[in-house]
């Protein structure tokens, strides 16, 4: 990094507070008490976040009478849901490519049920009156480099091919005639894929919905371990304990309470700024008036979208993988990570240059080998669990929570007659292995991103075996 350049970047950043910008809201819901005592339930949901609030809360729809208690080990939506992005997709997979090469048996089964879900996340938000700043905006995936523009020209014919609509092309000047920034070459406007939210105030808005339905829901109750109880399944809290016939388990990074789960995911630090409110004058500079997410194509991505008050998120870049697996609210700062986030965000957008970061934060996502969720059910069915949500899961969770009820239930629906949901992915190594594995896997990518996308003999072993990382 230049001198000028790292001081322009530094300068940005100093105020910045070292929190969400989603969680800072002075109007956030207060936390319901902790669990004291036993409680006794049809379903127990465990975890606060998108996947267990959308399993309490179709889980009522499904069955008004159906008695719902969900515990959370802090404040609902903490976590990833209220860190996140705010990119809903419609896919399932991690994106149609990711699809294509695991299940192009039961891709247009995939597609459509994801179509489905994103449509049913956006009726229930009108549905309960949920002010999340929902915007069906689409995404742009934004060509930086040649040899990335050529991959999307390549992609988007692919797509023709296999009938997908809804996504278009765009050159240069058609991109820069969305949002101007001199790095972008072309792009993807995926049209009615994605909307673009605010993560937190879903979350709140699903917990509001669940305790009108009748949920029972205590915060600051962590489940500390889940052994069989006569017909159901019994779990401990630090104060109490829960006797449910089903138990559904949200806990994503968090490590499952089933514990040959845990091999399946590893969590990866992901980190993102929050600039001040953009002036008329400066929002005029770099056009954005259809208010789409964005995303360029490197191996090493950034994300990034407006805000309702036309702030920019700007994320992505860096994945820091704690050695073990460490989960702490250390790692959520990391000041060389935003050093580097602000000075590419001027690269991007030059025009803005002055510009504040007002919010600097991270946060860990559950990462799996094949980057989508994975499902299953354990002590005879009495348990179900869906993770490894690789950070596209403010959307798709609520397909997973339909998973795990039809799993609970024992139903063979559409869902559950899925290769996606009956098949694991590869398990991680044990340390240091996992360790290794991962940082030469960044490296490699890394270099791929500096040598026109040219994949190096470990990069293609990985392919192989359907393994990899990106940001």
């Known amino acids: 990094m230049a001198p000028a350049a790292m001081r322009t970047a530094a300068r940005s950043i100093a105020g910045a507070k070292p929190v969400s910008y989603w969680l800072d809201d002075p109007a956030r819901p207060d936390a319901l008490p902790a669990l004291t005592g036993d409680e006794h339930t049809d379903l127990l949901v465990i975890g606060g976040g998108y996947s267990g609030l959308w399993t309490a809360l179709i889980a009522k729809e499904r069955d008004p009478d159906?008695?719902?208690?969900?515990?959370?080990?802090?404040?609902?939506?903490?976590?990833?849901?209220?860190?996140?992005?705010?990119?809903?997709?419609?896919?399932?997979?991690?994106?149609?490519?990711?699809?294509?090469?695991?299940?192009?048996?039961e891709i247009a089964k995939l597609e459509e049920l994801g179509?489905?879900?994103?449509?049913?996340?956006?009726?229930?938000?009108?549905?309960?009156?949920?002010?999340?700043?929902?915007?069906?905006?689409g995404e742009i995936d934004v060509a930086t480099e040649p040899h990335q523009l050529e991959e999307l020209?390549?992609?988007?014919?692919?797509?023709?091919?296999l009938g997908i609509t809804g996504v278009d092309f765009l050159d240069r000047d058609a991109l820069r005639a969305e949002v101007d920034s001199p790095t972008f070459l072309g792009g993807l406007w995926d049209r009615n894929g994605v909307a673009m939210l605010h993560p937190a105030k879903l979350a709140w808005g699903l917990k509001r919905a669940?305790?009108?339905?009748?949920?029972?829901?205590?915060?600051?109750?962590?489940?500390?371990?889940?052994?069989?109880?006569?017909?159901?399944?019994?779990?401990?809290?630090?104060?109490?304990?829960?006797?449910?016939?089903?138990?559904?388990?949200?806990?994503?990074?968090?490590?499952?309470?089933?514990?040959?789960?845990?091999?399946y995911t590893v969590p990866v630090y992901d980190y993102a700024l929050m600039t001040e409110p953009l002036t008329p004058q400066q929002l005029e500079s770099i056009g954005w008036k259809g208010r789409q997410g964005l995303g360029d194509s490197a191996n090493q991505f950034h994300y990034f979208r407006l805000s309702a008050d036309n702030r920019i998120l700007w994320?992505?870049?860096?994945?820091?993988?704690?050695?073990?697996?460490r989960l702490s609210a250390d790692l959520d700062q990391r000041p060389e990570t935003f050093l580097k986030l602000a000075e590419q965000f001027f690269d991007c957008f030059p025009q803005l240059s002055g510009l504040s970061f007002s919010h600097a934060w991270g946060g860990a996502i559950d990462t799996c080998s094949r980057f989508t969720a994975f499902f299953g059910t354990a002590h005879q069915g009495r348990v179900a669990y869906a993770a490894g949500y690789t950070g596209l899961g403010v959307g798709s969770t609520r397909f997973g929570a339909d998973v795990m009820l039809d799993l609970l239930a024992g139903e063979e629906t559409e869902r559950t007659r899925l290769e996606m949901v009956r098949s694991k992915p590869m398990p991680f190594p044990p340390e240091p292995f996992a360790w290794a594995g991962i940082e030469i896997t960044k490296r490699s990518l890394a270099r791929a991103d500096s040598s026109g996308g040219h994949r190096n003999l470990w990069l293609k072993a990985m392919d192989r075996l359907g393994l990899g990382f990106d940001s």
């Not at 959370?72 to 991690?94: D, K, M, P, Q, Y």
């Not at 020209?153 to 091919?161: A, G, S």
């Not at 994320?315 to 697996?325: E, L, R, S, V």
């Open 115 to 137: 179509e489905r879900n994103l449509d049913a996340i956006e009726a229930a938000v009108a549905r309960y009156g949920i002010d999340c700043e929902f915007e069906r905006t």
């Open 153 to 161: 020209r390549e992609w988007h014919e692919e797509l023709v091919k």
């Open 315 to 325: 994320g992505g870049y860096d994945a820091i993988y704690p050695y073990g697996g």
């Open 66 to 105: 159906r008695d719902v208690v969900l515990i959370e080990g802090h404040e609902v939506g903490w976590a990833a849901s209220g860190r996140n992005g705010g990119f809903c997709a419609a896919s399932l997979t991690h994106g149609l490519a990711n699809g294509v090469e695991r299940w192009p048996d």
């Open 210 to 263: 669940c305790l009108e339905l009748g949920v029972r829901i205590y915060e600051h109750t962590r489940g500390l371990d889940l052994v069989r109880s006569g017909p159901g399944m019994a779990v401990r809290t630090p104060y109490g304990r829960v006797f449910a016939r089903r138990v559904a388990l949200g806990t994503n990074i968090f490590p499952s309470l089933v514990k040959r789960v845990r091999p």
